[in-house]
Structure formats: C-alpha cells, structure tokens
C-alpha cells in the first residue's frame, strides 16, 4: 500500500469512534413559543437538567431548536418536521406546542412545560399516570389568578376598574377569561379584559387603560406576554397602571408584582426528566410534576414611582423584595 493510501485510512480509522458516537448521540427537539433569545434563561435551567441526568449539550445529546417567535400557526410544521428526523425526544414549551407536538406523533416522547392542566387539553389521562407518549411539568399557573387579584386588591383597594390582559391565540385565554371574570364578580370588581398578541396590540391596551380608570393588569399567563413583561412594566409606570404577573423574572423586569411557581425550577424538572426518559424511562410512568410551593415577589423601585405603599403584612410574607 502507498504512503499516502495509508494515512488516508489510517485517517479513516481514527475518525471511526468520533463518526460512531455522532451517529448514535440522542437528539432532542425543542420547540419554544417565543424566541431564543426571550427564553434563553430557561434553556439554561433546561440544560441543567439535562446535566443533572447525565447528559451535556454537544457532548452527548444534541438538542435542535425551534421557535415560533410567538406565531401559533407554526408549531405544528415545526413538530412534524423535528418527528421526520426522527428526534429521540420533543420538549415543548406551552399549552399550544404540546398539542401540536401530540398531534404529530404518537409515540416520540414528549415532555412539556406549562402552567395550566395537561388533562384538561387531552394531553395525558392522569397527573399521576399520563399512560401515553407525553409527559411533563405543570405549574398550573392560571389556577391561581384568583390569589393574584386578591393581592392586587390588597396593594391598590381603592382602584376603580381591574384589567386582565390574555393573548387570544393562546388556548388558555377562554377558560381563564371566564374564570377571572367570575372572581371578579365574586368580590363586585369591575374587570376589563383586554386582548393582547402583537407589540402593537400591547401598546394599543394600554393607551385604552387611562380612559377606562384602569388601575390595576393582570397579566395572564402565556409566553408571548411573559417575553414581554419589560415592554409592559414600562408601559405600565407610564400609565400609572399596578401589575401582577405569574412569574418572578416579571418583577425583575419592572412588574410590580408576582405569585406563582418558579418557572426557572420548572425548566430545570423538564430537563431532567427528558434526561430521565433518555436513559429509558417512559412517560406514561414519569407522573406530571407540580410545584409545592408558590412564591411572591415585589418590586419597591416600581411601587415607589407608582405611589404604592405596600402593606407591612404583604412585605413580611413576599419571597424576594426588590429594593
């Protein structure tokens, strides 16, 4: 054999266990409702996750993202094509990617994050044993709104008019809608609802704000407003508007104020169990996950320009007080 046919296969031949571990290294497919760069914190509580169980991004599992940059109609395109290269596991982020990943597959893994009931959507057929391809963590974020305007009626009680902001494409809008509106009447509070799924359409509710007398949002839970918790904190000290969200990146932004789960924790759940299901669990075993405990968080820079007072009784009870 020639010199130079020898280093060539003797080039092959060391390149042998590199080819072998790319073509044999698991890849999962993420699908998110908004942008990487919006959701970039919790992919990496994802990858923590995922290194909790043993597996490191490049090393050995690949992961292929997908983001829908807060437009719905693509989810499902994304999820049939990541099941054409025949991924080893979906991740989902959201009632919306769920479905849509559900529908393309009915026996890829999929593991979900999301803060309404997975039952509810038909996605698994208990918490306890989803029994089918999907699984997941759900920090049932919207079953606690009821607590949300409880609080911001305690920081603004003499607030004419409540306003609950939804975004319409998000599956969640409808049933949270009529459960708020049903609190709302509950405690005689007038409630607005306001629709919101573009930048524009953010803008345009808060212009409305100051000739309806709004003086306390509610932000529902959903992604895209989430993504955009700066854009409407900004908004909101501009219009004098007090604020609640669901998540504690909400109030680092400038919200006033949040109650819920945390959603960093939560990516990192998802990520472990997608570690777990890797090594050859199932997800009809892997019950849902939810959180034990919710936190509350607030903001006194945003109080302060807002002109509220928080309750002593409120500040003692918060989780994390921003000052």
């Known amino acids: 054999m020639k010199r130079r046919e020898f280093m060539l296969a003797l080039g092959a031949w060391s390149m042998w266990p590199m080819v072998s571990r790319a073509q044999t290294m698991p890849v999962i497919g993420f699908i998110g409702i908004t942008s990487s760069d919006e959701w970039k914190n919790y992919v990496v509580a994802f990858r923590e996750g995922l290194k909790e169980a043993g597996f490191v991004e490049g090393r050995n599992v690949a992961i292929q993202y997908r983001w829908a940059e807060g437009q719905y109609d693509r989810l499902y395109a ?71 305007l409880q609080l911001l009626r305690e920081v603004v009680p003499d607030t004419a008019t409540n306003a609950l902001l939804v975004n ?54 959903d992604p895209f407003l989430l993504s955009h ?32 789960a945390s959603f960093t924790d939560a990516h990192r759940q998802a990520g472990l169990y997608s570690g777990r299901i890797l090594k050859g669990e199932k997800p009809a075993d892997l019950p849902v996950l939810q959180p034990t405990k919710f936190e509350t968080a607030v903001n006194l820079r ?16 918060a989780d994390d007080v921003i000052e």
Do not use: C, W
């Open 78 to 148: 994304m999820a049939t094509d990541l099941v054409s290269r025949k991924v080893d596991i979906i991740v989902v982020i959201a009632p919306p990617a769920a479905l849509a990943a559900k529908a393309a597959t009915q026996t890829i893994p999929v593991v979900f994050f999301m803060g309404s009931d997975p039952v509810k959507y038909g996605l698994v057929a208990s918490l306890n044993r989803p029994g089918g391809n999907v699984t997941g963590v759900s920090i049932i974020a919207n079953a606690v709104n009821a607590r949300r």
């Open 168 to 221: 319409p494409t998000n599956q969640n809008a409808g049933p949270d809608t009529k459960e708020m509106q049903l609190v709302a009447e509950t405690v005689k509070q007038p409630l607005i609802v306001v629709t919101a799924s573009t930048e524009a359409e953010i803008d345009s509710a808060f212009a409305d704000f100051r000739q309806q007398r709004v003086g306390a949002l509610l932000v529902n839970p």
């Open 229 to 260: 918790a700066d854009r409407i904190a900004a908004l909101a000290l501009r219009y004098q508007v007090a604020t609640i969200f669901h998540a504690h990146e909400a109030v680092m932004a400038g919200g006033l104020m949040s109650y819920g």
């Open 302 to 317: 945003t109080a302060k320009a807002l002109g509220i007072t928080i309750p002593a009784t409120l500040l003692a009870l």
